[in-house]
């Protein structure tokens, strides 16, 4: 049986940032015409095209852009990052390989993916978030780390 | 100019979502991993919220051929579900399970300051530029 953590549960506030991302994402695809798949908006930059370079920087200097822009109205919510370095490192090399060679990540296939009912992404999503569900288990539960 | 702006601004509103959703928090999203222990159900929310407007975001889309800004509608057109696709997935999912991190909350969480965020997206370029190897070597041969 699951059980659920309800002191953590934080309904509202997932609701409305969700919309937000939702949001986020439908101004990028109706403005620009474009998926708002990070992964393949960070990874592009790896093989360069002329023209298909700054926007791609700008989109990420709009994610590292946000919680400066927080700051200025209110205090940023805890970011707890509980992971030493060389989790950090394992973690950002699968995450950077995996996401290439499936093709996107939580946003891309997870949001953009799902919103337009793709099967394969839909596939991705089940396969990511799996092997999310396993790992975290392993590592918790019996590693007990 | 007017492109970019647009995507300076999407990104900006994304950063802001996976703030207050709790998604820029590697804790929250590994309490939300965490089915067997106490489980925090609030991402599956954040996913819900983004496509109930992605949805009618995409059913626009899907009948304009140029965007509002006049650019050419760039929408995936791949269904095949391979090998690659279901690796790909699970290798991220690892990798997300580890440190709790997916590609657009680590940059977030890198603009607020956490030194841990900025060695978790080196990491993160670093592997996506093995597979630009790997891709290259393969298209080689």
Same mark, same amino acid.
């Given at each position: 049986m699951i059980e659920v953590a309800w002191s953590d549960f934080t309904p509202w506030t997932a609701l409305a940032g969700g919309l937000l991302i939702g949001l986020a994402a439908a101004l990028f695809l109706l403005l620009?015409?474009?998926?708002?798949g990070i992964s393949g908006i960070v990874g592009g930059l790896l093989s360069p095209s002329r023209g298909d370079i700054v926007w791609r920087f700008a989109f990420m200097a709009g994610l590292i852009g946000a919680p400066i822009a927080w700051l200025m109205v209110a205090d940023l919510p805890p970011i707890e990052i509980n992971a030493g370095y060389p989790s950090l490192i394992i973690a950002g090399l699968l995450v950077g390989l995996g996401t290439r060679y499936g093709s996107g990540c939580t946003s891309g296939h997870g949001v953009c993916g799902l919103s337009r009912l793709s099967l394969r992404s839909l596939a991705a999503t089940l396969s990511f978030m799996a092997a999310g569900f396993i790992t975290v288990y392993i590592i918790r539960h019996l590693l007990g780390a | 100019m007017k492109y970019n702006l647009a995507s300076l601004f999407a990104g900006l509103i994304f950063g802001l979502g996976l703030i207050i959703s709790g998604m820029a928090n590697p804790e929250k999203v590994l309490g939300f991993l965490d089915i067997a222990g @106490?489980?925090?159900?609030s991402l599956a929310l954040v996913m819900a919220g983004a496509i109930i407007v992605g949805v009618f975001a995409f059913a626009v889309a +899907?009948? +304009?051929? @140029?965007?509002? @800004?006049?650019f050419s509608m760039k929408i995936p057109t791949s269904t095949h579900i391979d090998k690659r696709l279901i690796i790909g997935g699970l290798s991220f999912g690892i990798g997300w399970g580890i440190a709790g991190f997916c590609p657009g909350p680590g940059l977030v969480a890198l603009g607020a300051g956490e030194i841990k965020a900025a060695v978790f997206v080196v990491s993160m370029v670093a592997g996506m530029a093995v597979f630009e190897l790997i891709e290259r070597q393969r298209v080689k041969t």
């Open positions: 620009n015409g474009r998926i708002a | @106490l489980w925090d159900p +899907r009948r +304009r051929t @140029l965007s509002f @800004l006049g």
